[in-house]
């Protein structure tokens, strides 16, 4: 069994991880930057170590240092969390070479499934279904005849992309040379790799996301799935369990589709399989090997512990439950709560003067901020979570009306009043929106 854990993260996700470690009677390690000296994480856990300064390329991306902690303390096992080296394949290559446990994915199924084109490929052979698209990467001297096969309007996507950078809409021939020529210069500044595909575009998708989770020796999960539709810029804001566009049939369909596939795979850990879904039809567009952000929705309507889950199998312990065991319970929501202008979207570092967290039956906040924590500009916007569960989703959606009017973070601008709006409005209300409906509605409201 796992000893101790080294935490590769910071902010509210170690603090998520930190606070699995301990119900478990597992040793933590914090590691930090100089800019997080003072974060929660680092205060509750047993041990830190200081890992460089602020950037984090000196710091968190710093695998040399980060080994160096695990060795200094004796950790035996790193858990990642999400961003910075969660889906590094070198790393957990690393980790392994030095006996320590990757609380993760194989180094295989990570860099197999970090390519977008592998991806859609290896999605395909395991019976997943994929949008229409090129057969693999796309160069601009056959992008047209590409572009034809499929049909326009077509989707241009950096292979190694993420985040909605190297993605560009060609809705006609006359659009595709630019579309093409943009997209891979933007890949290549954003990940060194100007290689993009093509993609049939669907004009008003919901963004369907299916967790699973397997053992790594053909044993495989679902714990249904998550609406996470409401984007900007392709980031999420807000994510719903369950989906208000599906029903139980077609959520234990898609759902174990999605377990067959990490069966034949013999998956390890916790994954997230991502679809585009429109008019009935799931369409593969990626997988995330890791933890997500919208994780505790899916805990809240199923009861398991997603980062229990993580360490039992990384363990070798084997996965807790049977897919026959899992049992589906209400509906959770959470709001993003990001250290942003709520209009602009701009980051507002700071110091928070006034923290108070709702809380009652059904409310969970996942943040490290606290009164006086002084939020660095280094990093991620993102300060905390709400999560909000009710039996229902009419329930639910009271319950966060109220936490909303509950939650206080003065000193800094945040995305709280935004939510304040989507709550009271009638399209949120009715669960009727697609993955454009966010960026559409601030349109509207900034003019």
Same mark, same amino acid.
């Given at each position: 069994?796992?000893?101790?854990?080294?935490?590769?993260?910071?902010?509210?996700?170690?603090?998520?991880?930190?606070?699995?470690?301990?119900?478990?009677?597992?040793?933590?390690?914090?590691?930090?930057?100089? /800019?997080?000296?003072?974060?929660?994480?680092?205060?509750?856990?047993?041990?830190?170590?200081?890992?460089?300064?602020?950037?984090?390329?000196?710091?968190?991306?710093?695998?040399?240092?980060?080994?160096?902690?695990?060795?200094?303390?004796?950790?035996?096992?790193?858990?990642?969390?999400?961003?910075?080296?969660?889906?590094?394949?070198?790393?957990?290559?690393?980790?392994?070479? !030095?006996?320590?446990?990757?609380?993760?994915?194989?180094?295989?199924?990570?860099?197999?499934?970090?390519?977008?084109?592998?991806?859609?490929?290896?999605?395909?052979?395991?019976?997943?279904?994929?949008?229409?698209?090129?057969?693999?990467?796309?160069?601009?001297?056959?992008?047209?005849?590409?572009?034809?096969? =499929?049909?326009?309007?077509?989707?241009?996507?950096?292979?190694?992309?993420?985040?909605?950078?190297?993605?560009?809409?060609?809705?006609?021939?006359?659009?595709?040379?630019?579309?093409?020529?943009?997209?891979?210069?933007?890949?290549?500044?954003?990940?060194?790799?100007?290689?993009?595909?093509?993609?049939?575009?669907?004009?008003?998708?919901? !963004?369907?996301?299916?967790?699973?989770?397997?053992?790594?020796?053909?044993?495989?999960? !679902?714990?249904?799935?998550?609406?996470?539709?409401?984007?900007?810029?392709?980031?999420?804001?807000?994510?719903?369990?369950?989906?208000?566009?599906?029903?139980?049939?077609?959520? @234990?369909?898609?759902?174990?589709?999605?377990?067959?596939? @990490?069966?034949?795979?013999?998956?390890?850990?916790?994954?997230?399989?991502?679809?585009?879904?429109?008019?009935?039809?799931?369409?593969?567009?990626? @997988?995330?090997?890791?933890?997500?952000?919208?994780?505790?929705?899916?805990?809240?309507?199923?009861?398991?512990?997603?980062?229990?889950?993580?360490?039992?199998?990384?363990?070798? /312990?084997?996965?807790?439950?049977?897919?026959?065991?899992?049992?589906?319970?209400?509906? /959770?929501?959470?709001?993003?709560?990001?250290?942003?202008?709520?209009?602009?979207?701009?980051?507002?570092?700071?110091?928070?003067?006034?923290?108070?967290?709702?809380?009652?039956?059904?409310?969970?906040?996942?943040?490290?901020?606290?009164?006086?924590?002084?939020?660095?500009?280094?990093?991620?916007?993102?300060?905390?979570?709400?999560?909000? !569960?009710?039996?229902?989703?009419?329930?639910? @959606?009271?319950?966060?009306?109220?936490?909303?009017?509950?939650?206080?973070?003065?000193?800094?601008?945040?995305?709280?009043?935004?939510?304040?709006?989507?709550?009271?409005?009638?399209? =949120?209300?009715?669960?009727?929106?697609?993955?454009?409906?966010?960026?559409?509605?601030?349109?509207?409201?900034?003019?």
């Amino acid at each position: 069994m796992i000893s101790k854990v080294l935490i590769a993260n910071r902010g509210e996700i170690a603090l998520r991880v930190l606070r699995a470690c301990k119900e478990l009677g597992i040793a933590t390690v914090a590691v930090h930057s100089t /800019a997080d000296a003072d974060a929660m994480h680092v205060r509750l856990a047993d041990e830190s170590v200081c890992i460089g300064p602020p950037p984090s390329r000196e710091s968190y991306l710093n695998i040399h240092q980060i080994v160096a902690a695990c060795e200094i303390t004796g950790a035996d096992a790193v858990h990642p969390g999400y961003g910075f080296l969660s889906e590094n394949a070198k790393f957990a290559e690393i980790l392994d070479a !030095h006996g320590i446990t990757f609380i993760g994915p194989t180094a295989e199924h990570i860099r197999l499934m970090g390519d977008k084109i592998t991806a859609k490929q290896t999605a395909q052979e395991l019976g997943i279904p994929v949008v229409p698209g090129s057969d693999g990467e796309v160069k601009p001297e056959n992008a047209l005849e590409v572009a034809r096969k =499929i049909g326009f309007p077509v989707l241009i996507k950096a292979t190694a992309g993420g985040g909605g950078r190297g993605m560009k809409v060609a809705r006609s021939a006359a659009d595709l040379d630019e579309a093409v020529a943009t997209a891979r210069s933007e890949a290549a500044a954003a990940f060194g790799n100007d290689a993009v595909y093509m993609e049939k575009y669907l004009g008003h998708p919901r !963004h369907i996301e299916i967790q699973i989770v397997g053992d790594g020796f053909g044993n495989a999960i !679902h714990l249904g799935e998550r609406d996470c539709s409401l984007q900007r810029r392709h980031q999420k804001v807000w994510e719903e369990a369950n989906s208000p566009a599906l029903n139980v049939e077609q959520r @234990m369909k898609i759902g174990q589709v999605c377990a067959d596939a @990490m069966k034949k795979m013999k998956y390890r850990g916790a994954g997230t399989i991502e679809f585009l879904y429109e008019d009935g039809e799931f369409y593969f567009i990626e @997988m995330n090997t890791r933890l997500q952000v919208e994780h505790p929705i899916t805990e809240a309507i199923t009861g398991i512990d997603l980062v229990h889950e993580q360490i039992r199998v990384a363990s070798g /312990a084997g996965l807790s439950v049977t897919q026959e065991e899992i049992e589906f319970s209400g509906h /959770a929501i959470e709001c993003r709560i990001n250290a942003e202008d709520p209009r602009t979207f701009v980051p507002s570092p700071g110091t928070i003067t006034h923290f108070h967290a709702p809380g009652g039956l059904g409310v969970r906040v996942d943040s490290g901020a606290y009164q006086g924590y002084k939020i660095p500009p280094y990093y991620d916007s993102l300060i905390g979570k709400l999560i909000v !569960h009710g039996r229902t989703r009419v329930e639910c @959606m009271m319950r966060l009306r109220r936490v909303l009017d509950e939650f206080v973070i003065d000193g800094i601008k945040t995305t709280l009043p935004l939510f304040q709006e989507l709550i009271s409005n009638q399209d =949120i209300a009715n669960g009727d929106y697609d993955i454009h409906w966010l960026e559409n509605y601030l349109a509207k409201t900034k003019a």
